[in-house]
Structures are given as C-alpha cells and as structure tokens.
C-alpha cells in the first residue's frame, strides 16, 4: 500500500459572473503543492511549508476538517499527515481554501485506493470550506476536484454535472487587498427583485449553452451579473474601469472571481488574454495598488496525483 | 408574388418549469391554421371562422397587432387580411395568443420575399403578446417561431438561441378553468430570496445541460420551481395530485404550462406520455373537472408555410 502521495491542486474561478454559488471553473495557473502520508494511528498533522499563518488545529483547517469528515465515515484507525506548500494566496479570490480541501482529500482517497467517489470528495471537502467561509459552497471544491467547468444543480442533496466548454484564455489580476470571503457573503441582500432574477437566470442558461455550443460571442453576452456584482464590486477599487478596459480590448468579459479581490477575464487567444493583463497591470499601478497576474488556460483534470 | 399563403401554427410550453420568462418549447399538437392575404391598400383585416369571441379591432388583436408593428417598419402601401381558424383554446395556458401572432408575422413574411429575420419576427409578435397579457414575454413567440427549445436570454435587447435537446414525449392536460395570464402574473411577489433564485438557477443550468448532454435523468432532477410554481399550482385544482402521480407512473417531470390551468409532463418515451395522459384523465375525472389531453412531441420546425 503505497504510503505518501504528492498532488497537485488547481486555483479556481467561482460564480463566472453570473452564476453566483453555482458555476466554477479550474485553472492550470496557479496552483498548490501538498504531500499526505498515511498515518498508522488516529489523527491528522498539518504541517506547512510555506509560511502562511493558517491554523495547525485540524478541525479548523481548511486541509484538515475534509479529513475528519473522511476518517469518520472510514471507521479505520488510521490517520494523516499534511504538508502543505500553498502557491495560492490565502483570501486571493480563486480558491485557496478550496484548494486546499479538495487537495487533502483526493490524495487521502488516492492512499486508500480510491474508495470513494468524486461526488463523495466533494461532499468531505465541503467542511474545509464551512471552516473558511462558515457556509459550505461547493463553486471552488467541485471544479477543483472535477476539473473543467462544473455545475453544482444543488448543495443539497449534492448534484454535480460537468460543463463542456471551449478553449478559453483566463486572466486573472489580484490587486493586495483582503476582501474576506465571510463580509463578501454578509453585505449582499437576503431578497432580490424577481426581475433581476429572470434577467440572471436568462444569462446563467446562456452562459451554459455558449460553452456547450462553443459559441463565444453567447458566452460573452451572457457574462453579465445584474445581482452580486453590483454590491461586491464597491469593495474592490478599480473594478468597472479594468472591467470597461478589458473588454475594449477584446475579452470576451468576466468578473470578480468568486467573492473576490481578484478579477478574471476570458478571451478567445492568448493574445487577447496577454493584451488583458497590460491593462489590469496598468489600472492597478495608476491606482498604487499591488498586484500580481496570471495568464492561463482551463484545467480540465482537476487535482492531479504527481508520479 | 403570391397574394396568400396559409400557415400552421404550434402550440407552445413556456417556462418549462424552472425558467420562467426565458424558457419555451414548440408542441406538433395543438396548432392553429391561419390564412393571410395581400391587400392593396393599407389596413389589417381579422376575420374568426372558430367562433372565439376574440376582438377584430386589428389593434387590440394578438394576430393583428404584430402585423400593425410590422407595417409600420415597412413603410409600404400594403395591407393583409388574416383568417384565422383557432384550434388552440384561448386561456389555456399553451401559447394560444403566440400562436396568433407568430402565425400572422411568419405569413406575412412569405408573402414579402422573407424580407424580415426571425429574430425580426419575434420583435413584432411581442406586440400581439402585449395585447393579450400586457407584458411583452416571448417564451411563446420564440418556440414558435423558431421551434423546438428556445432561450431568450434577454427581451431587451432581443437575445434569443435554440438549445438542443433529444427526443421527448409530452402529455399535455387542460383543465376547462379560466386563469388570465395578467392574474397569474400579478399574484408573483416582486422580490424573491436570494437563496431560491440560487436554487432556481441551478435548476436551469441543470435543465439547459440536461437537453444538449441528452441526459434525461438530469433533465427530470432539474423539472423543479421553487419560486413561481408554489404559488401559481394554488389557482389550479388537482395540480399536486397530477404531478406526483405522473412522476410517480414514470414522467421525468413538468409542471404548469405557462401560466396555466394546462399542466404539461415531459417523458422519455411514447408508451410512458400515455400512461401519463391516463392518470391526468383519472385525476380531472374524479375530481369532476372538464379536461382535454394531448399527448405529443417537440415540434422541431415551428410556425409551418403549408404548400
């Protein structure tokens, strides 16, 4: 029985604009590195390795809690070890934590000769996310762990469905400020205008059948956000002007990803996507802001268990 | 040029369950027939040989309306006379109105060289649809003028795609009540919880994933509507009975057609539509209710110019 394993976990873009808790997608770029060994007592370690102040107790660890929620439907006297070497700022907006929990899990079930299913990694990587955000949201796990685009039709109970798409450039920009996933969650309205909800449903199914029919100027028109945006673009400074920016020069559109700071936007090519990332850099030193960007593609396999 | 032309017009879902607004579906059965005359002078002529008592006023007409819309951008010394012979009961809540003005723009079209796109079309039969109901909602004109499954993604600007979908059966029950599309529309509360839209957006991604992967077992997940029908089943008796019962007997799911009374169920095969139609005939009999049944599949082609 093989006793450690290294993987590899994805960054992801939640919501895409206007799918707000139920669209995300992986990314090739960045990613974290974590190794999980297998413990012959009770117990999980997290150990890390790159210098970010997380919390070492397991049941308040993002890694960590997915864990116990596996060793407690295992019902076997084993444990884990975790050493994690995060590349994925923490409160960056494209899934740390999630990467994190999704991560832990699918190399736990790789050391235990994948016994359980996809849908089952999503469900323990869920508590790493409740221990994050306090909710548990599956718009970062699920893409993390399916890779590619997915769905998440319902939370509860879990219903999970792959989302064909065409080649897309990503580029993302993450301006230096902390936008925490919790405040992003607790300034929206609890009630939205049904109007805007028919506008945002119209857009969600033409967002999907873009992808599906490989139609770009449908997924372009269709990432528009008229619910969430509006509120949670006010805590990221030099939102709409990168926004407005971008699209000038040719993306296709995009949005904040997930509850934010960072900004992603898709476009057709490479150059595109290059020409993007001129324009954010510029945006953000005009504003004195720090930031870092990257230029990507869509990760169609999710975590990957390295050789 | 051709002075007349006839046209077959189809009934029409919309709504499809979870979209409310920007989901429809064309039907082969129910349609009307509709002839449609050139005249030489200016004017719209609306004659009725199915004796609904519906206004000849052209203005206050759903088939005459559109064509007053599109006359006016034709700028032309034309006029049209329309015959209509009805099949699809008014208020019955399968597109009685669209089939009208869909019917009437699609004809006089032909008889113009096909000088209008249908995107055009639907543009003018949303006046026939403003007519009847008072809102301009083209989950019915589109259908059925484009046929099969459509998407309006946005009524403004027009936005409309056709989604792809397999085979399906469709049992279709109207009970002889009356609900007025205006009244089903005014009894929906303005606002609604974010947590329900999310829900209901997941829910159309679903349906719209389910049609284009073919996958029926996601498309029956999906058939759900936490928003609009909990409220509009009340106006209509033995709605709940109706809909477990033909879940129940095998349907993959359905709901209220439109905005009612008809309830329309979705199967994935022939033999499963009539067991449906069966127990919808049983409910509205022991509950002492007049009811047609149609049990029927998609039409592919929508409004048809007959040779």
Redesign the interface.
Known sequence: MQQQVTVQCPATVANLV??????GMALEQPYDLMEVRLLPEPGIIITSKDGFPLPADPAQNTAGAPLLAMLEELDQSIGFEVIINKQIKPGSGVGSSAASAAGSVVAANHLLGNKFSKEDLVRFALFGEKVASGVKHADNVAPCIYGGIT????IFPL?I?S?PAPALHVTVVHPQIEVRTADARQI????????D??????????L??GF??Q?YA?IG??LEDV?IEPVRSMLIPGFDEVKSKCKEAGALGGGISGSGPSIFMLSKDTGTARQVEKIMKEVYTSIGLDHHTYVTTINQQGVKVLA
Chains 1, 2 share one sequence.
């Open positions: 206007c799918g707000f808790d139920i669209l769905l998440i039709r319902s219903d469905v989302i929206l309205r609890k009630q939205v205008l049904l109007k909800a028919i506008r945002q449903w119209g857009n969600i199914a033409g999907v059948t599906m029919k139609d449908l028109r269709s619910i």
